[in-house]
């Protein structure tokens, strides 16, 4: 099963899509602070940490928005279809996690 159909029985309310789509997501994210912090040298939890502080600043949909277009590399079209919306409004909700980023890092130099 993809994971566009795994997502769209998790918009359907199936609790069991829920759940594999949130390990993949874990596993995205621990892949990813592993990565980040091997180039920057700081520790894999130090870096996970961080970005799931920024996930957490997120709304539910940004949030959403944004793993299915880095975890699943889904393109902005292919999101809107699935959200029945404009690929504008998917645009304006991966900008704003990038946004929260950014401003997360400004503010949290080496600490």
Known sequence: ??????????????TEAF?????????????VAKDAAQSFGCSDKE?????????????????RRFLLYALDGMSYAEIAALYGCSKASIFESIEAVRKKAKKYWMWCPDE
């Not at 759940?19 to 892949?31: D, K, P, T």
């Not at 870096?47 to 949030?63: N, P």
């Open 1 to 14: 099963m993809t994971n566009e159909e795994l997502y769209r029985q998790y918009l359907s309310g199936d």
């Open 19 to 31: 759940e594999q789509l949130y390990l993949q997501m874990q596993g995205f994210i621990a892949s």
């Open 47 to 63: 870096t996970l940490d961080e970005l799931l502080s920024v996930l957490d600043r997120c709304t539910e949909t940004q949030r």
